[in-house]
Every structure is written in structure tokens, then in C-alpha cells.
């Protein structure tokens, strides 16, 4: 039987036997072991086989499974047992170690259960290949600590965790937990180079500036636009839908559809977008007052340093309508705090 059935240079393949699922393989090892295992004496002899169930890659849709008759040996020197070393098996599992490697690879995009039904495994078994995998990935992978750091969080299985990245390479560094400031401290403190961080951009959540003040107090920290900028269209969304409880269904339906429009940035407006958020506008003073907080709160990170930047945030704070006050209280006391 050729070798190359299961392209494993060091088994001699002596049958192979197939059914709906699986490939049945009986093979052994070419070498044998010359000297024990335990004291390095030549002086071994043999001492009984054993079959042994190495799992492999599945083959045409089928799960593998190759039977080594394994030899036993006893040392005449000191007179223990040993089996001989099977080549290209996991030293932790009795799979080859392509298997184990091809498992933790495709455990990062599919299901445990699909991979443990293909292969021939227990759920479990995959979940502690793919642990293994991971930690093995840590090890082997080091990031630089940036020296422009992101903070943000992403929501996983309804729960939010903390995201550390690296601004200048646009590439994600960590994903903790959570994003509680304790857990943001701990990892922080035991980078390596934090030291060397020079700014940190981060949402308005409270624990992460708190986090980065006691860890690394050298850094200045950056609220993001977006962040900001995101609040400004939430509070013209207030009163968009305060203005929508006296409206018609009609009309109610067709500011619904317009809500897009009035959330874009006028420069990017043009044709028919112009003319529809001429009309709400015009008709409805307070939502007119409103878009043009937002646009002008917009206008404020143009400015070409921070003086003139608070100074137009003092101008526009000063200049909000009393009809829409309320609504963008939410945004004048985030950028104040």
C-alpha cells in the first residue's frame, strides 16, 4: 500500500478499509527506536505491540482514523518498558499534529460542534485544541504597544468588552473581557512600553479615562469625534421626535423617511435632499434650530487649535435656541465634563 494514501512519510501503510464515514488505516512506523527511551541504553528488546487510534484529516468528506501497531520495548539496563515515540503525533493527544493544528485554525471561524462531528472528536476535545491554539498564538505573537492608542468597546454575546488598537496601523491589539476600569488597569499595567504612549483616543465612558490617569498619566487622552459628533445627531433626533407626536401619520411617516436626510452633514446634501430639508426646516422652526446646532457643533472641529475650538464651543453653547436647550443638554454637559 503507497505512503502517499496519507502523504505521512514516516508509516508504512499495510491496509486501508472504508465505509460511508470514515477511512479505516492500519499503518506502522518505519524506525524503530535503537536505545531506551528512559536511559539511553542500547541494550532493548521487544516487548508486546499495541494498536493504537491516531486520528487525522478528514479525506474526501470522510473522518481518518489510522491504526499504528505500536511496539513495546523493555530496557535490559534498567530494565523498564517503554513504547516507541509515534512520528508527526501531538506528544498531547493521539492525533496527528496537522490534525491539531488544522482544528485550532478552523475553531477561530466554526462552530466546536461542526469540526467534533467531522473529524470524529468530542465538543470538548475541540475546545481544548482550540485553547491550546490560542495560548500557543500568545506566545508566539507579540504586540508593540502603540505609541497612539484607541480605547472602544465592542458588544460580544450582549455583553460589552474593552478594545485596545493601534490607531496608527489601523489594527486591533486586545479584546478584554469587559470594560470595567479594573480590568482596563490590569491589562494596561503590564505592558510592556506604556511608558512610551503618547495619546490615547477613547470614548466619554469614565472608567477608561480614570484607568489611563493612574496607568499611564503621561499620555494625553483624546475624546474621539465620532463619539461626539454621534451625540450631536442623537439630540437632533429629540427633537425630531418630539415635533413627530403633533404630525399626521402621513406626515409622520415621511419625516421618518427624511430622518436620514437631516442626520447627513450639509455639504454632502444636494437636489431633492436640499429641497426636503428646506420644507421640514422651514415648516418646523425648532427642528430647523436644531439642524443648525448640529451642523454648527460639526463646525467646531475645524478649528486650528484648542483655544479656538472652546471658543466656538462657548459661542455655539450660548447660541442654542430656548425651544431645543433641553434636547442638546446631553452634548453640552459631555463636552463640559
Known sequence: MSVNFINLPAYQVTKVAENEHDYHIDAEAKDHPTICQICDSADIVGFGRNEQLVRDLPMHGKRVGIYVDTRRYRCRTCNKTFYEKLPAVDVKRVMTSRLVKWMGQQAIKRPFAHIADEIGVTENTVKNVFNDYINELERAIRFETPLWMGIDEIHIIKKPRCVISNIENNTIVNILRDRTKKTVMDYLSRLKGRDEVKCVAMDMWEPYKDAIRTVMPQATIVIDKFHVVRMANQCLEAVRKEIRGSLTDKQRRGLMHDRF?????????????????????????????????????????????????LGRFREWETSLAPEIKDAFYPLTRAVNN
Not at 427642528?287 to 478649528?303: N, Q, V
Request: glycine content about 6%.
Open 261 to 309: 436626510i437631516l442626520l447627513k452633514p450639509e455639504a454632502n446634501l444636494q437636489g431633492l435632499d436640499l429641497i426636503t430639508l428646506e420644507s421640514w426646516t422651514k415648516n418646523y422652526p425648532a427642528l430647523g434650530a436644531a439642524y443648525r446646532a448640529k451642523e454648527d457643533f460639526f463646525a467646531i472641529y475645524d478649528a486650528m487649535s484648542v483655544s479656538e475650538g
